[in-house]
């Protein structure tokens, strides 16, 4: 077994020695907001996005492996590595990697979603270098060791338990469940208790060479940062953990997903004793990469996405039904969902059932008015630069685009891309996707009798 004393052996390769492919991607407005990527010769893509008037820089890498790339057996491997990576590697233990971001006053963290992972610290643009360093020895230089393996072990489950707590957030893991039954859309990224507990070193270790490869990997940087530098600070910790296997590696493409089963009219009840019943009335969506993808978020926006939205003022403001009501979308390769969420009184909930499907009945057949589509088309473009209003929320964007789209889209297209949105495109997409015989979801205290109507809500 190796010990976390042994250290990485340096080395000259061919990939060191050839010469890498670079490409301005989005043209910036005096520098601030240039995308920049690139391609070294073993594969690796690094995307950068300048911005000179800020202080910090995030620093992040995306790696295309999610839940969805596990068998039944190997539910929860995915999330369970991105713990591990954190456990110590050939040049840090555990308390190496956390101690050396916190000295600086930065933050690092992880998360693991179905389709991808992704491992980021954000600290001031002075520290990162030290971010670089710290992130890359962890994706490449992880030694997963068995008594890690184990300890890790306690505290997945007890993540497992704290989300079986939240029915809020459950409720939407029984959702996919609902819709896309026993695949690996349909499982939990967690895992379940019982895979977790069979999950073992070697398994997740073979899982960890697998799919970490350069290939397979998206490094994404965002701040007051310089293109060149950061490409040569990540070359020169690949290369020293001799990641690189060929010069000749290509990068994968994003995926293109699979033929998944969907389901319409189906219904989950998990029993829970608790103060409220959480509900998800929701159909088949967009995949990720449809063109009406735009339509569908202003679709969205109108129906759940704010405080003026249909099911908000139906809902909460008129009858005070709920607290929390929204609508939302997954995107995925092949497929999508379209959701609506409310938390109410167990009481209540064949009142509120009827309320959202009533309004997603109505908006399919006589769609939304002008007046909605131009507000909703309004808040979606403010909300798009709100929410990029951090090197961080920067990071994500380039990061996820090159690996789910493998191109970026600078802000100002993405806005003017939302402006060309018209009435009749929101109108058609609400009919293919509100059309659809709905499938519904509920944690709750229900009796008998209230299980029994829950199907009306689908019929």
């Not at 190796?2 to 407005?29: D, F, N």
């Not at 992880?110 to 990162?128: G, I, M, N, Q, S």
Request: charged residues 25%; hydrophobic residues 40%; aromatic residues 6%.
């Amino acid at each position: 077994m190796t010990s976390r004393s042994s250290k990485a052996t340096a080395r000259t390769s061919p990939e060191a020695r050839a010469v890498a492919r670079t490409q301005t991607l989005v043209k910036g407005t005096g520098g601030i907001g240039t995308v920049r990527k690139t391609t070294l010769p073993g594969g690796l893509r690094i995307v950068t996005e300048t911005l000179p008037s800020v202080r910090s820089a995030t620093f992040g890498i995306w790696a295309h492996v999610g839940s969805r790339d596990e068998t039944p057996a190997l539910n929860g491997a995915t999330h369970y590595l991105e713990h591990l990576l954190f456990k110590g590697t050939t040049r840090r233990s555990a308390l190496d990697i956390s101690s050396a971001i916190d000295a600086v006053g930065g933050e690092m963290n992880a998360f693991t979603a179905k389709e991808y992972t992704c491992y980021y610290a954000r600290v001031l643009d002075t520290d990162l270098p030290l971010a670089i360093d710290v992130v890359c020895d962890m994706l490449t230089g992880s030694l997963i060791l068995e008594e890690d393996v184990n300890v890790e072990r306690g505290a997945i489950l007890e993540e497992i338990a704290m989300t079986e707590d939240d029915p809020g957030d459950c409720v939407h893991d029984l959702f996919a469940h609902t819709m896309f039954g026993d695949n690996a859309l349909g499982r939990p990224v967690l895992g379940t208790v019982d895979t977790v507990n069979a999950l073992t070193a070697d398994r997740i270790r073979r899982f960890y060479k697998k799919h970490y490869d350069p290939t397979h990997l998206v490094v994404a940087c965002a701040g007051n940062i310089d293109h060149n530098k950061v490409v040569r600070q990540v070359r020169a910790a690949f290369e020293k953990a001799g990641a690189f296997k060929s010069a000749d590696a290509s990068p994968i493409a994003p995926r293109d997903g699979r033929r998944t089963i969907r389901t319409a009219g189906r219904v989950e009840l998990l029993g829970r004793k608790t103060e409220q019943a959480h509900v998800v009335l929701g159909m088949p969506g967009l995949a990720r990469t449809d063109d009406r993808r735009w339509a569908l978020g202003v679709l969205n926006t109108a129906l759940g996405g704010g405080m003026s939205s249909r099911l908000f003022q139906e809902v909460r403001e008129k009858r005070g039904l709920a607290y929390s009501v929204y609508s939302y979308t997954s995107g995925f390769a092949d497929c999508g969902l379209f959701g609506v969420y409310a938390g109410c009184r167990p009481s209540q909930v064949h009142d509120v059932l009827k309320i959202c499907r009533d309004e997603l009945d109505h908006v399919a057949g006589d769609g939304l008015s002008d007046d909605e589509i131009g507000r909703a088309i309004g808040q979606l473009q403010g909300s798009t630069v709100l929410g990029l209003e951090d090197t961080g929320a920067l990071m994500n964007r380039i990061g996820k685009s090159e690996l789910c789209w493998g191109e970026q889209m600078s802000v100002d297209d993405m806005l003017a891309r939302i402006a060309a949105v018209t009435p009749d495109e929101v109108r058609s997409v609400a009919r293919d996707i509100l059309g659809q015989r709905p499938s519904l979801s509920v944690i709750g205290p229900l009796k008998d009798k209230q299980a029994s109507r829950l199907h009306d809500a689908v019929a």
